[in-house]
């Protein structure tokens, strides 16, 4: 039983402050926990724009290699194109080669024949 003396009269003031102390100890972990999710929330849209701006340099990466990819083929294109236009020329040259040996086979009879002299 309680009694109204000093004792029991500092024990229910003690137990009073206690009381507050918890209140405000459950309070201050209420805001802790409230905080603590906001920083949460915000980890996310931090961890968003670090995952963003991770696509966003592999895709620089990418571009960045499907440029060069795109100037060696370009390259070989233009040796390809080289290379024909020395095929065509080629073409072109050997047909001439032919004409000018048939002219030559044309105007053979009309030179008088030497005599061919073999060594023994």
């Known amino acids: ?6 004792r029991t009269i500092l024990f229910i003031k003690e137990r009073r402050k206690m009381m507050r ?3 405000l100890w459950i309070i201050s972990l209420f805001f802790l926990v409230m905080v603590s999710d906001g920083c949460r929330k915000k980890e996310p849209s ?3 724009k670090a995952k963003s701006r991770k696509k ?3 895709a620089i990466r990418q571009t960045e290699k499907l440029e060069k990819e795109i100037q060696t083929i370009e390259r070989i294109e233009k ?3 080289e290379m024909e236009a020395q095929e065509q020329t080629g073409a ?3 047909e001439e080669l032919l004409k000018k ?3 030559l086979e044309k105007q053979e009879p009309a030179l008088p024949e030497r005599e ?3 060594p023994e």
């Open 79 to 81: 040796e390809i194109k």
């Open 92 to 94: 072109q040259d050997i």
């Open 101 to 103: 040996e048939k002219t």
């Open 1 to 6: 039983m309680l009694k109204k003396g000093g």
């Open 116 to 118: 061919t002299t073999h």
């Open 21 to 23: 102390k918890g209140a």
């Open 56 to 58: 966003a340099e592999e």
């Open 46 to 48: 931090i961890f968003r």
